[in-house]
C-alpha cells in the first residue's frame, strides 16, 4: 500500500474536519477522494501532502512515516484547484522550478522540461507566461511542474473544479490517460461523482469526516454500504420500504411479478432516448421510474394509467430508514 | 460611476484643483521663487555653509538605515500580519498604526523616556556598556524607523492577502525550505508594493522633524538634520538659506512622487 492513513483526527476550532479516518490507497493507482464540499476530503489530502497537521494518527507514505515530515520533505505532487502558478515566472521556468531547488545541471533541466512540456501537450508555450494561458492549458502546467520532480505521489485537490464542462470532461479523460502513461501513486478529491467514476480506478467516498465507502466505481455503484453513498453516486427512490435507482424498476401493465406495487402514472417525462415517470402507489409513495423510450412505447405508457412496479433483480437497494433519509 | 451635468463637473472640477493649488501648489511654487529670487546665490550661500551641507549628510545617513530597517522588518510583519495566526495579532496590528495618529514630538519624548543616558529607563544600562542613544545617531534611526514604521507594513500587506499563500504551498510542495520559498515566490510577488513601501518612507524620513528635534539634541555640524537646519536658519533671519534647504528636500520629494507614479503603471501590467 502507498498511502497509509491511520487514526486520523482533525479539527479546526470546534469543527470535526476528519473523525478517526483509516484508509489505505494502493501503490500505482488513481484513487478519487469523493464527497460534498466540506466534508473532509481537502483536509485529508493536505495532511497527505504535509500542508496540513493532524491533530492525532498517523500518515505513511511508501511505508515511510511522514506523520512529522514537512512537506518538502514528502516528495508529493500536489496541483491546487486555483492552479497556484508561479505567475512571475514563465511556463518553463514553472516546470523547472523543482528540479532547480534539487540542484539538476542545467542540461538536465532543459532536457525534463522539454519532456514535461511535450507530455501535457504545452511545448509552443514554454516561453509565455501564465497569464497568457488558459484555465486548462494553466492545470496541465501546473500538473507538468507537480510531475517534474518524480513524486511518489500525485495529489489533486478539485483539479478540473475551476473549469467550465467541456474544458473539464477533456481534462477528465486526459488525466486518465496519462495516468496509464504515467503510473504513479494518484490521488484527487472531487465532489462530482461522475467525474469519481469515470477516472478512478478506486473512489473513497468521505462525509461528515469520516470514511462512508471504500471501493471500485462498480462496487460502490452496485454495491452501495448504505444510503448516503447511494445517493451520492446517482438518483434514488423509494418503492415500499426499500430505497433503490429509478432504472432499476420495472414496470408492467399487469400484475404477474410477484412483490410488485400497483400505481398510477402522475407525470410522465421525455428526456431524448429516456422516459421519466412519477408514479404513486396506493399508499401515496411516489416514486420515480427510468425507462427506455422504446420500452414505454411497446408498453404503451401514458399519464393516469394504473401500473405494476417491480425492483429489478439484482438491482441494488438499501433498507429506507428515516435516520439516513435526513442526512 | 456618477453622471454629472457639463457645468457640474467643470464646478467639481475647479473646486478640487483649487483646493489642492491653494493647499499645496501655490506655497510650494512661492517657496522656488524665493529659493530663486537672486539666482543661485541663497542656493550656493546655504551649499557652502558647512553646517548645512553636514546636516543634509545626516539626513541622509539617517534616512537610508532608516529605510533599511524598516524594510526587513516592514515585509517581516506584513508576512507575520497575513500569513501566521498568533495571540495579540490585532493589538501588533494597531501599534503598528499607532506613529500615524500620534504626533512625532510625542515619539521624541517617549524615546527620551526610556533611553535617555541621564535620566531614560534603560538609557543608563546601555550608555554603561558604550552605546549612546540620544542625542546620537542610534536613537535618530530609532525615532525615523518609528514614523515610517507603517509605510511598507500598511503596502505589502494587502498584497500579500491578495496574492494568497497557494503559490507558497506548491513551492514548499515542490522541495523549497522557507528561503527558498520567500526569496524565489513571496518577493517577487511583492516587489512593487515594497518599492512603493521603500519610496514612501524615504520620503517620510527624509522630512522627520519632531521627533528628531528631540532625540538629536540638534546639535548643529553634529546631529542636526536638514530639516532642523531650516527651522534654525529661519529662526536666525537667514531666511534665503533656509528657503534654498526647504527647496532642496521638496525636490527630493517631488522626485520620490515622480519614481512612484513612474511605476504605478508598471505594477498593474505585470
Known sequence: MSIEIRNVNKRFGDFVALE??????????????????????????????????????????????????????????????????????????????GLEIRRKSKGEVRERVEELLKLVHLSQFADRLPSQLSGGQRQRMALARALAVQPKVLLLDEPFGALDAK???????????????VPVTTVFVTHDQEEAMEVADEIVVINDGRIEQVGTPDSLYDKP????????????????????????????????????????ILRLTRVGFEVRLVAGTDEGQEVSVVTTRSHARALGLEEGERVWLTPSSGAATVPAMKSLLAG | MVELSLPAKWAVRLL?????????????ITLTQRTFSDGLASFNAALSDPD????????????????????????????????????????????????????????????????????????????????????????????TCFVALPLVVREVVPVLEEVGDDQEQAARSLGANAVQVLRRITLPAIKWAVVYGVVLSLARSLG???????????????????????????????????????????????LCILVVSLLRPQESTS
Do not use: C
Open chain 1, 20 to 97: 478517526d479516518v483509516n484508509v489505505s490507497l494502493p501503490t500505482g493507482q488513481l484513487t478519487a477522494l469523493l464527497g460534498p464540499s466540506g466534508g473532509g476530503k481537502s483536509t485529508l489530502l493536505r495532511i497527505i501532502a504535509g500542508l496540513e497537521k493532524a491533530d492525532t494518527g498517523t500518515v505513511s507514505i511508501e511505508g515511510v512515516d511522514a506523520t512529522r515530515m514537512s512537506p518538502q520533505k514528502r516528495n508529493v505532487g500536489f496541483v491546487f484547484q486555483h492552479y497556484a502558478v508561479f505567475k512571475h515566472m514563465t511556463v518553463a521556468k514553472n516546470v523547472a522550478f
Open chain 2, 52 to 143: 548645512v551641507t553636514h546636516a543634509l549628510l545626516v539626513t541622509v545617513e539617517i534616512s537610508i538605515w532608516a529605510v533599511i530597517i524598516n524594510t526587513v522588518f516592514g515585509v517581516g510583519m506584513a508576512l507575520l500580519l497575513v500569513r501566521y495566526q498568533f495571540p495579540g495579532k490585532r493589538v501588533l496590528s494597531a501599534l503598528i498604526d499607532l506613529p500615524m495618529s500620534v504626533s512625532p514630538v510625542v515619539i521624541g519624548l517617549a524615546l527620551m523616556l526610556v533611553y535617555s543616558g541621564r535620566y531614560g529607563w534603560f538609557g543608563p544600562t546601555l550608555e554603561s556598556h558604550g552605546l549612546v542613544v540620544i542625542f546620537n545617531s542610534p536613537g535618530m534611526i530609532m525615532a
Open chain 1, 167 to 181: 474544458v473539464r470532461k477533456e481534462l477528465r479523460d486526459w488525466l486518465r490517460r496519462l495516468h496509464d502513461e
Open chain 2, 208 to 254: 522627520e522633524f519632531g521627533a528628531l528635534k528631540i532625540v538629536s539634541g540638534n546639535l548643529t555640524g553634529q546631529t542636526q538634520t536638514a530639516p532642523l537646519v531650516v527651522e534654525q536658519k529661519y529662526n536666525n533671519f537667514a531666511q534665503n538659506e533656509a528657503y534654498a534647504v526647504a527647496f532642496i528636500l521638496v525636490a527630493i520629494s517631488v
Open chain 1, 225 to 264: 454500504a448504505n444510503d448516503f453513498v447511494m445517493s451520492f453516486l446517482g438518483e434514488v427512490t423509494q418503492l415500499g420500504e426499500i430505497r433503490l435507482r429509478p432504472h432499476d424498476i420495472e414496470i408492467a401493465l399487469t400484475p404477474d411479478l410477484a412483490g410488485s406495487t400497483s400505481a398510477d
Open chain 2, 16 to 28: 478640487a484643483i483649487g483646493y489642492v493649488f491653494f493647499l499645496v501648489g501655490w506655497p510650494v
